[in-house]
Every structure is written in structure tokens, then in C-alpha cells.
């Protein structure tokens, strides 16, 4: 009896072990087949798209021309160029050519599941100060994220990290790549501080830029001299980033100095305190926008706004030190509760009418990155112009992260990051037909795609009641 009973139990034992191992199986098929987009990045060689209205967004539309895309590279732009021979012809009748849109202000590849899941979340470090820590060693390049913002247009996008007052170093990645490296445009892009506000805690009505904040309510007086005395540590940091470098380099002349002890945080902030990269600095009321205006004079260094809810009302401090402004709040709330309803999407033609260098950016972890046309089409909708609102989104953002030289327009010698549409690139119904990064043409799925092959055929009378 004792004998059979074991014997039961080890056959209960197998088959559980089975079970497990064929679930662990499908599972494992399944994960491949659901991410499998992820590791489609596209094929090279040489394009030819003809017939096509190019909207070159640099110089004037041309309603009837060709592009041509050759080693990555946009090779040629017009109504009467050559095609090399043994390109691969692509009709564009009716269709529409543009430069692929660039988000300036993400978090994409650095989270996945922001609400419940923290094991996805890589934004972060501990501490206030973490000049040193890097975006790109964090970046996830099979995130599911990559292939939905692609293909409704956006090409390149900003990733930044986040927390603290100096958070880390931002990269501005292509989308597209089976390695960080593959992915990289600007490696190193900028430094982001969380410049220090006045809060004064309490309620707040939206925004997303934390004008409200929570806990008890403190005085005025005293939330302005929290906010200086973080804005002096800032300074102190900074100068002892001066004095570091001066003396490293003191001792790379002349051993016999003594020998400076390293410092990663101080050595990471040397090129942003000398003024030879652009720090970007979070900070959305006029208030606050004025004083990070002020501190980039005093500092002698290069800024950017990011955020930017009330730059409109900074234009001229930011124009004195030719600070640009990456605004991220189309999608938010109005700040205070007697705002109008469309302040926010307001903003950017305010901008524009003040002569403020700007672009406009989700400012998402990654999931709603694919709004971007939508967000510059509402702002055009609300006084920006629809040129201008089409160049806040590529040419803008590419000048305003350095790299106008490669991206933002199509141009001969720029980076081939194209999309040909069969309508109006910020217009929601407009369908993206052909996408191309950095001259490889990619196939336009994703997860999204891939459900709604799934479930499109399905009939009501297939589901149970």
C-alpha cells in the first residue's frame, strides 16, 4: 500500500514537473513572438521615393519630387534629380515626405510600466547630486515603447533621467537598434538639474510641472529662503567643479603639485561648468524660469528650460541669455483654477510671438511619446502657426540639442530619418506608410499592431455571454 502510494505521489511529481516545463515553454515561445518587433530593425540599402509632396520644413515644400536615401544618408532632394541606378523605387503619389519628429524631453527606454511594476523603472539614483550617472548605460533598447512611438513618425527622442536636484546626463537616441550603441545619437546630450523652485506645499489644482505640492502649508518667506539656499549649494557644487578641473589639469602639467583625489560627480559637471555642453534645467512659473535665467548669467553656462509651463512670460530674460525652452505640458492641466481652459495649449504660439526659441515634447516615460504629432497639432490649432508647429517638432528640437547639422529637415547630407505619410503629419487620421532611420527601412509594427491583427477579426458572437 505504502508503495503505491509513493508511487502516486512521483507520478503527480512528473507530471507537475511537465506541466511547468511545457507552460515555461509556451510562455517562453510566447514573450519571443510578443517582443519579436523589437529585434526587426529594418534593412538598408539605396531609396528612391518619387512623386511625393517634401515637405523639406527647412526651405519651401515641393509639390511634386523625389528623395533619394543612399548609405544612411539623404542623398538628394528635388523635383529633377538623378536616381542611382539599382535603387529601389518607391512610388509617392499622394503621398507626403517629412523629416522624422524628435521628442526632446522623455524618459523613453529608461521605464516600462510606471504605475505597480519599480523593477521596470530605471529613471532614477539615490542621492540629490549624480552628475555622473548616464542615461545611455540605462537605456532598454527592446522596450516596447520603441516600436509603438516609431511608427506613428517619431524618430529620435531625448531620454533623461530624473530625481534629485542634478539628476544625471540625458542621450538622445534614434529609435532604432539592437544596442545602446546602435541607438545612440548624442551618447552624452546634456546635464539635467531639477533647478530649486519656491513651494510652498498645500493643494494645486493641475499642471504637471508640481506647482501644487502636498503636505502642510509653509510661509512664503520661508519656502523662498529654502529655495535660495539649494540654489546656493547648486553654486557651491559648480564651483568646485571649476576648482577640480583647474586642478587635475594643473596636475597633468606638473606631477611634483599635489595629487587631486577623483571625484566622478565633479569630473561628470567639468564640460557643463565651463560652459562647453548645455545643462537643462526643469522649471515651469516665471518666477522660477527668471531665477534659473538669472543663475545661467552668473554661471557663465549654457541653459535650456524644460517644462516651461509660464516661459511666455520670461521672454526677455530668456532671450538676454539665449535660453531656449522645451515645452512639455500641452497635455496638462491648467495650473490654477480660474486659468482658462486652453492656457496650456496656448503657450507655444506665445512663445513664438515672443521670440522664444522653442519645441514642444510629451515629457512622457514612454508609453503616450507616439502623441507628439497630436500635441504639436493641437497647438497649432490654438494660434501657432502650422508651419511652425510642424517645425517644433523637428528642425526645433534638433538645433536646440545641437545637432541641426544632422536632423530636423530633409537636406542633402542629413541623416536619413524619414517618414512618407498619406496625409497631413500631425493630423490624427494620417496614416504613416513608409518609415526610415538612419536610412533603414522599417517595418511598421509593434505591439499594437500586432494586437489589433489579433482581435480584429473576431465577431461578437465568438464571445461567451
Known sequence: MKAKVECKKAKRFIDLCSFVFICGALFSVTAQSDGSQQNQTGR??????????????????????????????????????????????????????????????????????????????????????????????????????????????????????????????????????????????????????????????????????????????????????????????????????????????????????????TNLGLEALIPYVRGEKTIFFTAERDRDIRAVAKFVGEMKIKGIILGGQEAWKSADELKKNNIPVIYTHIYSLPVREDDPYDSLFEAPAKMHQAGIKFAISTGDQGAEVRDLPYQAGIAGAFGLSREEALKSVTLYPAQILGVGDKMGSIEIGKMANVVVTDGDLLDPRTNV?????????????????????????????????
Open 433 to 465: 506608410k513608409y518609415l526610415f532611420i538612419e536610412g533603414r527601412l522599417l517595418p511598421l509594427t509593434s505591439r499594437h499592431t500586432e494586437l489589433f491583427d489579433s482581435f480584429k477579426e473576431r465577431k461578437s458572437s465568438e464571445i461567451i455571454p
Open 44 to 261: 538598408a540599402g539605396t531609396f528612391a521615393i518619387t512623386n511625393a509632396r517634401i515637405f523639406t520644413v527647412s526651405g519651401a515644400v515641393i509639390e511634386n519630387g523625389t528623395v533619394v536615401i543612399q548609405e544612411g544618408r539623404i542623398a538628394a532632394v528635388g523635383a529633377g534629380v538623378s536616381i542611382p541606378g539599382g535603387a529601389e523605387r518607391i512610388d509617392g503619389k499622394g503621398l507626403s515626405i517629412y523629416p522624422g519628429m524628435i521628442d526632446a524631453g522623455t524618459n523613453l527606454g529608461l521605464a516600462e510600466i510606471g504605475q505597480g511594476a519599480n523593477a521596470t523603472l530605471d529613471t532614477a539614483e539615490v542621492g540629490s547630486m549624480n552628475a555622473n550617472a548616464k542615461a545611455i548605460k540605462a537605456v532598454n533598447p527592446h522596450t516596447s515603447h520603441v516600436n509603438v512611438t516609431r511608427v506613428n513618425g517619431i524618430t529620435s527622442v531625448l531620454s533623461r533621467p530624473t530625481g534629485g536636484i542634478v539628476s544625471g546626463q540625458a542621450t538622445l537616441i534614434n529609435l532604432n537598434g539592437s544596442t545602446q550603441a546602435e541607438m545612440a545619437v548624442e551618447p552624452i546630450a546634456g546635464l539635467i538639474v531639477n533647478f530649486p523652485r519656491i513651494t510652498q506645499g498645500g493643494g494645486g489644482f493641475g499642471g504637471g510641472g508640481g506647482f501644487g505640492g502636498g503636505g502642510q502649508q509653509i510661509d512664503f518667506n520661508e519656502a523662498v529662503k529654502r529655495r535660495d539656499t539649494q540654489i546656493d549649494e547648486l553654486k557651491k557644487l559648480f564651483r568646485d567643479a571649476v576648482n577640480y578641473g583647474r586642478a587635475v589639469e594643473a596636475y597633468a602639467k606638473d606631477k611634483t603639485l599635489p595629487a587631486v583625489p
